[in-house]
């Protein structure tokens, strides 16, 4: 056991020590955690700071997307740019990728070979169209969603591309049209596309056709359709809203976003609102036609839609006397242009040109009226005898456009034309609900 005093020494003399060592020990402590504090007051530890913030590789993960969208519809130098400031191994590898494209595309040899084709608004139920009243002109003038889809999956395999006039040629400094490269990887080729009369005439309703362009809750254009029953849906029944969502599937369709331009009318208003002050008075409603007109008609701009004048009145311009196309022009300057805003693009109402194929100049009055007064510097007429027809002059450019229809459908089912197959083969997209032979004539002038 030991002696009791020396083990009270003992314990007296190990709690001097401990006495002696605690100031040491705190110290220690103190410096410790003040060392700690600091290293986190100035951010990760090194092993840490080497790996980018989640923010960080978001960002890079989304201007990656963006560059691919971009070189995607052909636009090279945009994508470069935007993966130009990123120096993850991703956006490096993307970039090269994207170098690689570029080296491989090529310039259009000639662009006054660019195709131009046009749709009316499609037929979504060919019972009540084709069995109508008016299933003539609805059968010549006319092709269903069905035959739609089928002709633009092929029309896309083949390797066309859309693009907009504003493509083929633009105004140069010195006030000059000059034609612009197109610049596309080797088998692709640019095809303008064009929609004539989107204003859901009143003469279509009730006969399955779409009955308005809407904006949907996700901020998508669709169409509204009231089938037989009565029933009212929203939905891709019409060439807009179908041609957005397969650009988004495959956007190697549309060059840098183009879609295609919307001839419109004024006199049923524009796009199924009941809009024209002349036609149906200055109301609330009418007000109110426009207000919502014009939201679409943004959307549209938006996803890649031009707009065309196709005079207010639908008048034939070969015809028409200078007096009253200058009229017309004042109605849809003052109905229709608010709308869908500023336009370069005139498209002729029945394919009437105001010149025969010579080329135009303001010796011609209604040329220097249009052109110089109304600001069109893209005409389009209609010649389906030819793949193609362009005339680029001093100050505009002219283009025939193909009526892709049931009259052009049924004379290559005949034999009597080829200019369809270049796009696609015309038997394989034929809606077993087409009454067949379409009627060659007897019905309401298209255009």
């Not at 945009?78 to 990123?86: E, G, K, M, P």
């Not at 969603?145 to 493509?167: C, D, M, W």
């Not at 596309?193 to 809407?214: I, P, Q, R």
């Not at 669709?222 to 939905?235: L, R």
Request: glycine residues 8%; aromatic residues 10%.
């Amino acid at each position: 056991m030991g002696n009791p005093l020396e083990r009270t020494s003992r314990r007296l003399r190990n709690s001097s020590l401990w006495l002696r060592a605690l100031p040491l020990a705190l110290t220690v402590f103190l410096v410790v955690a003040c060392t700690a504090r600091s290293q986190e007051t100035k951010g990760p530890r090194s092993s840490e700071a080497a790996a980018p913030s989640s923010s960080a590789v978001s960002g890079d993960e989304d201007l990656i997307a963006t560059a691919k969208l971009q070189a995607a519809q052909y636009d090279y130098d945009a994508a470069v740019a935007t993966l130009s400031s990123l120096d993850s191994a991703a956006a490096q590898s993307e970039l090269a990728s994207v170098q690689a494209a570029k080296a491989q595309a090529v310039a259009w040899p000639d662009n006054t070979t660019i195709p131009h084709i046009f749709y009316h608004s499609l037929i979504v139920d060919p019972a009540r169209a084709f069995g109508g009243s008016q299933s003539v002109g609805f059968s010549q003038y006319m092709v269903t969603v069905s035959e739609f889809t089928k002709q633009l999956q092929q029309i896309y395999a083949n390797g066309f591309v859309l693009i907009h006039p504003q493509r083929i040629a633009t105004l140069g400094p010195g006030g000059k049209m000059t034609p612009i490269p197109i610049v596309l990887p080797p088998g692709k080729k640019p095809l303008v596309l064009s929609l004539d009369d989107l204003s859901y005439y009143e003469y279509m309703d009730g006969h399955g056709f779409a009955t308005n362009l809407v904006v949907n809750g996700d901020g998508k254009v669709v169409n509204t359709y009231t089938d037989a029953a009565g029933k009212t849906t929203e939905g891709n029944y019409d060439v807009v809203p179908i041609v957005d969502d397969f650009v988004r599937q495959h956007p190697d369709f549309a060059y840098r976003g183009d879609k295609g331009s919307i001839g419109l009318t004024g006199y049923n208003g524009v796009l199924g609102y009941r809009s024209s002050v002349k036609s149906y008075g200055d109301t609330p409603a009418t007000k109110n036609a426009q207000a919502q007109a014009k939201v679409v008609a943004d959307a549209l701009k938006a996803e890649g839609w031009n707009f065309a004048s196709h005079t207010w009145g639908h008048i034939n311009m070969t015809k028409s006397s200078l007096g009253w196309i200058t009229t017309d022009a004042k109605l849809w300057d003052t109905e229709v242009r608010p709308i869908v805003g500023d336009t370069h693009e005139l498209i002729y109402p029945f394919g009437a040109d105001i010149s025969s194929v010579t080329p135009y100049s303001n010796a011609n009055p209604k040329f220097a009226f249009l052109h110089g007064t109304e600001g069109f510097q893209y005409f389009f007429n209609v010649d389906a005898s030819r793949p193609f027809w362009m005339q680029i002059g001093p100050e505009s450019v002219r283009q025939a456009r193909i009526n892709i229809d049931g009259i052009t459908l049924q004379k290559t089912l005949d034999g009597k034309t080829t200019v369809l197959d270049q796009f696609f083969n015309t038997k394989s997209t034929i809606d077993p609900r087409r009454p067949l032979p379409v009627p060659l004539g007897g019905g309401a002038p298209g255009g």
